[in-house]
């Protein structure tokens, strides 16, 4: 069965460094999306990208982040510049027309 | 914000139905359902979503009452398996694609 891939797992960066978190959508998927999860807390809506552009994205995402879909393969998401705070789970999603399908995320550790 | 609200927590018995409301009053004529699970901190996982039929597929049966204000999703034979917290989504068309918003969902605990 076809399944979003994220990597590494789980990340440890010092604060101030930039990290960039990679996912590898399912192949005919044209949606993609980034969410992230701090823990105890529910799943926020980070950003949805379409036709190689950013369709919508949250207050959470601000001009630190940033994606891309570099080689039409690939989907990441770039932090600049990483604070205590952006410490969490990031997941990654694509769909075609229905479901979305998530990814097993990244655990970001900021130090 | 999420368009649902769910009640926080519930228990069901190994091998009974778990039914797990959802309250979704605001949701637009056009809008779906959608139901996800996550269990410890993996990644969401798809269960099932509907506009406004009862729909059933291998995991689970959601049903939709006929004013689409509420929903109840349904697994039939509830294993340990299945504890996890249950999300209830109103996917939301934005922009030319669609935003799928978590709410606080259901932490669903099945007891042996």
């Known amino acids: 069965e076809p399944e979003v891939t994220q990597t590494p797992s789980h990340q440890v960066t010092q604060m101030g460094q930039e990290v960039i978190l990679r996912c590898v959508p399912i192949s005919n998927h044209l949606y993609f999306y980034w969410y992230r999860q701090i823990l105890g807390q529910k799943v926020e809506f980070l950003v949805s990208f379409y036709n190689n552009e950013i369709s919508e994205k949250s207050e959470i995402f601000d001009d630190q982040f940033s994606v891309e879909r570099p080689d039409g393969s690939n989907f990441t998401l770039k932090i600049r510049s990483t604070k205590l705070e952006d410490s969490a789970m990031y997941f990654c999603?694509?769909?075609?027309?229905?479901?979305?399908?998530f990814g097993q995320g990244t655990r970001l550790t900021v130090v | 914000d999420a368009k649902t609200t769910q009640p926080t927590s519930m228990d069901c018995a190994e091998g009974r139905a778990a039914n797990l409301p959802c309250n979704h009053s605001t949701i637009s004529g056009n809008e779906y359902v959608y139901w996800y699970r996550q269990i410890h901190s993996q990644g969401p996982q798809y269960i099932i979503h509907g506009l406004k039929n009862n729909e059933t597929n291998e995991m689970a049966s959601l049903i939709i009452t006929e004013d689409r204000k509420s929903s109840t999703l349904i697994l039939p034979h509830a294993t340990l398996r299945d504890t996890a917290v249950y999300y209830c989504i109103v996917r939301v068309a934005v922009s030319g694609t669609y935003k799928y918003i978590f709410g606080t969902g259901t932490r669903l605990k099945v007891l042996a």
């Open positions: 999603a694509s769909k075609t027309n229905t479901e979305a399908f």
